[in-house]
Every structure is written in C-alpha cells, then in structure tokens.
C-alpha cells in the first residue's frame, strides 16, 4: 500500500512540476532577449514566440528595460503592445524567403477571383443547357 | 487511506495552480479593438446532385446546377462562427427510362424528363483558423434542409393497337420533396481589403445512400 501511496506522489509530482520546468525562464533568458532586441533597429520585421506557444509577426517599435514594444503585422490594424522579455520563447529577425507576402496574398486573391469567374462561367454553361 | 487521499488532492491543487499560473502567461492581442462580428456573402457556383438508388434508370447518375447562395454568420468566439445559408439551384435536367410490360404484348418504354430544383436552408458551425490574417482556411459542419421540386413531363406510348397517326400522350406532374441531412464542407476566405474578403470552399451533404449532394462554390462577402 505504501508502495502505491508512493507512485502515485511520484506521478502527480512529476505532472506538477514537469510544466512548470517547461516554462521556467531563467532571468539569463530575458538578459538575452534584452539585448538582442537592442541591438536590432526600429521598425525590424521579428517572429516571435512566446512562452504561451503564440506566434506572430511584429514590427519593433520600442525597447524598453523589461519589454519590447511591437506592432504586430495583422489585417486589421491591432495597437502596439508590450512584450516582457520574460514571456519570450523566441525571437527571429524575418527573413524574406522566396515569394513576399505580398506576392502570396496576390496569387490567392487571383485564385480566388478566378475560381469565382470559373463557378460564374460553369453556371452560365449550365444555365444555357 | 486517506493520507494518500489528502497527498493526491494536495499535489492536484498545486497542479491546478501551476496550470493557472501557465494560462497567464502573456497572450498579445490580435484582435482589432473594433472587431466586427458579423459577416455577409453571396456565392455562385456548381451543384451537383447523387442519383437516388430507388430511381429507375436514369441518363445520369449525377445532374448538374448551377447554385446561388447568400449567408449570414455570425462570430461569437474568436475562431467559431455560426452561419445561416439560404441556397438555391438552377433546373436540373435528366431523363429516366421504365420498361412496361403487358401481359400478351410486347414491352414498351416510358421516358421522362425530370426539372429538379433545389432550395435549400442550411445551419452550420464554421471553425475558421487563423487570427485577423489575410487569408483564413475554414471547416465547417451543419443540417441541411433541402426542398427539391421535380417536374416530370412523361411521354405516354399510345396504348395497342395504335395507328400510325396516335401521338404519345403526354403527362406533367410535379412531386416535391423534404429531407433534413448533414452537411460538412471547408474552404477559403480570401481578404481584398481589410473587412471584403472573396470565399470559396465545397460542400458535401450525405444520406441514408451515401454522399447526397456536392457544390463548389465561390462568392464575395464582408464583414460587418
């Protein structure tokens, strides 16, 4: 029985304390961050990871001594936000590998416009029958 | 017993903690402060409809539509949109074919020629990915409920002995049918500009014999 008792304050054990090790940051990682955010300029494209597994591509704006300020790339305009460097998994200058963003984006909107004019034209086929 | 009892309840707390603590880890917003909740589309595209296994012979296992669609969603969780569609199809021509037989005489045949037109309402849940990007691929799974009006023009054989002057007789009817079915499909949405966005994406909807109904279809929308 106690055997038991054992394994499972082991299990539990290990289950509390195996994510918290996973997100433990130490404050040599956020030093790092700082100065790698610093020693980047205003306005440098990153992609960032955060402890909290999201992704996102953001401008920076501003460094502060424990966040970085930045204006991530969306749609819709969003506000410049604060990131502490303590919440940082990753941070890599974007590169412009192949095709921009911009070209994608065309060549999907074209797709899409001409899948449209295609139904269009499959429809007046049909409707001529 | 209940040592073991209190350990486990204990490091369960702490687990509980540790995980709140993880959620609170910093999320950045990307979402706009002035999100809009709705959307509204217009599409057009091809639908196609299965052959019923209880039809008679028919000149087509598939008959062909055009398809023309206006849908209303709305968002009310950052990825998961509810959305009303009202569908309608285009005629649908085919023609189907009955042996008739009687007793002492030869074998005649009976062809008709069936107008399908479908209206369909449908119900779903759209699960869209991606946060305020510029291209959003999306599932979605939802009832149908279809209303399918066929007009059928049958040419009846002159009943024996005929003349070579006695025309076929013909006969119009119109038989209208309801069935409710699933519907599961996935697609594009395709952003011109920050809330116009052109969509495409496929639908199938299945019943007791299999898969029912397919369209493809493509629209343009906006967010509201």
Known sequence: MRTNQRVVAVIVLCAVIAPVNGMAQTGSDADTWRSFVQNVPVGTELDVRLRSGQRFRATVVRATPDTVMVLPKTRVPVPVQPVAYDDIASLERHEQRGMSGGKAAAIGVASGVGGFFGAMLIVFALIGD | ?224
Not at chain 2, 25 to 54: E, H, I, N, Y
């Open chain 2, 1 to 224: 017993m209940s040592r073991l009892l209190r350990v486990t309840v204990g490091l369960l707390v702490a687990l509980s903690l540790s995980q709140a603590v993880a959620a609170q880890t910093q999320k950045v917003s990307l979402a706009p402060s002035d999100d809009t909740r709705w959307d509204a589309s217009g599409s057009a595209g091809w639908f196609a409809r299965s052959r019923a296994s209880s039809e008679p012979f028919r000149s087509d296992s598939w008959s062909n539509a055009g398809s023309f669609a206006a849908s209303l969603g709305y968002r009310w969780r950052s990825h998961l949109k509810f959305e009303a569609e009202v569908a309608t199809s285009s005629t649908a021509s085919f023609y189907t074919f009955e042996t008739l037989t009687t007793p002492g005489r030869p074998p005649t045949f009976r062809s008709s020629e069936h107008g399908v037109k479908a209206t369909t309402a449908t119900g779903r849940v759209v699960y869209q990915f991606l946060d305020n990007r510029w291209v959003h691929p999306f599932l979605t799974a939802g009832v149908e409920v279809a209303r399918d009006r066929d007009r059928i023009e049958t040419l009846i054989p002159p009943v024996a002995p005929a003349t070579p002057f006695s025309p076929p007789l013909m006969e119009v009817e119109t038989r209208t049918t309801s069935s409710a079915r699933p519907v599961f499909g996935g697609g594009f949405k395709f952003y011109v500009a920050e809330r116009a966005f052109i969509r495409t994406d496929t639908r199938f909807s299945f019943d007791r014999d299999g898969l029912a109904n397919s369209s493809w279809i493509a629209g343009i929308g906006f967010d509201f």
